[in-house]
């Protein structure tokens, strides 16, 4: 806690990848934003046509670990994903694009 210069180099590491990961999974047609302060976002893909469930085993396959929030009384809709590296982060969102552009045909038209 001493070390100023090192707790700002990651506070901007953090605010930097929190930006990214806003502004990238906001391109995700369906993936809806919610405000975020801290050191994960919260993304709502209900609009996607699939629950967070679905989206964290689908990811987890892929070897990205995110969270669902359904069990904290979150809905089935809402994603929690931790700021991660700046490599990190760009996985997470490749694969966020993958696993929602594989969704079944039937469901796009929910997004």
Known sequence: LDD????EA?????REGRAYLLRELDRIA????LPSEGNFILRDVSRCGTSSDAVVAQLLERGILV???AAHHAGRSMVRITVG???Q???????MREVLA???ADQEGLA
């Open 4 to 7: 100023v210069a090192e707790q």
């Open 10 to 14: 990651r506070l901007r590491e953090l």
């Open 30 to 33: 369906g993936v809806v934003a």
């Open 67 to 69: 969270r669902s929030l």
């Open 85 to 87: 590296t700046a490599e």
């Open 89 to 95: 982060n760009a996985r997470c969102v490749g694969l």
């Open 102 to 104: 594989a969704r079944p």
